[in-house]
């Protein structure tokens, strides 16, 4: 038989945690502090929720984004083998099982349309779509390149999501307006997505058009996580627990 929590022994553990973990209730990591939430923040994403610039990929190569720090970077292999034009999310928004969520092998557009297939790099794609919903990151921008020049014409939908507002703003961002003349590629863009301050997570929606009969390459240029579990991490280790 269990033996029943006295409401004594839960008070008692209680203040113990409210002593040992300062962000117990949700507040700084450094221990004893009270400040607010942004405290437990790494340091990079402190300075990103204090209005640091996020680096602008205008002008870069691909070699030079790889060197700043902090950046990640994950690669989406999306098929496309149908006669017309499919829509794959790329995050799916607050369901986590909405139509047209990428997937590693074949999977359905938005609309519930076959043709699509994908494969992810370094880990499959379900390891990235697991993480992505559970630890939101800042996406700086993504190299896109496709076997058809078409697809550069496409555009990105990007929408927050919320269950209280039906009024949140979509945005639209033409992939063309990154293939320039200096890029001497008809086929390749850098998307630099540092205007639109993209989180992606479990409250955005990112939608991206493949053209048929085409395979399109994705770079994708990630720079800080929210990591809850690294937090916790560094706050038990840091009280000694």
């Known amino acids: ?10 008070t008692a553990l209680e203040l113990r945690a409210a002593k040992n973990l300062s962000n117990y209730g949700g507040l700084g990591l450094a221990k004893g502090s009270d400040r607010s939430v942004e405290n437990a923040l790494p340091s990079i994403m402190r300075g990103y929720a204090q209005g640091a610039k996020i680096p602008a990929m205008a002008g870069y190569t691909e070699q030079d984004i790889r060197k700043i720090q902090g950046i990640q970077t994950y690669q989406l292999t999306l098929t496309n083998a149908a006669l017309a034009t499919r829509n794959a ?4 928004g607050i369901l986590s099982n909405a139509a047209g969520l990428i997937a590693t092998g074949a999977f ?6 076959a043709g699509l297939s994908g494969a992810g790099s370094p880990r499959p794609i379900n390891f990235f779509n697991a993480f ?5 990151f800042v996406l700086y921008g993504m190299k896109i390149q ?4 078409t697809q ?9 999501q919320s269950p209280f507002n039906r009024s949140l703003q979509s945005q639209d961002i033409p992939i063309g307006l990154y293939n320039n003349q200096d890029s001497q590629q008809d086929k390749t863009a850098f998307v630099d997505l540092s205007p ?3 989180i992606l997570g479990n409250q955005t929606e990112l939608l991206l058009p493949v053209v048929a009969s ?13 990591n809850l579990s690294a937090i916790l991490d560094a706050k038990m280790s840091g009280a000694g627990m």
């Open 1 to 10: 038989m269990n033996k029943k929590i006295s409401k004594r022994d839960l």
């Open 89 to 92: 999310l790329l995050s799916p």
């Open 108 to 113: 359905n557009d938005t609309n519930g349309d």
């Open 132 to 136: 992505t919903y559970q630890n939101p």
């Open 146 to 149: 496709s076997t058809d020049a």
């Open 152 to 160: 550069i014409d496409q555009v990105i939908g990007f929408t927050p």
């Open 196 to 198: 639109y301050a993209i």
């Open 214 to 226: 085409s395979t399109c390459t994705l770079i994708l240029f990630v720079g800080p996580v929210v």
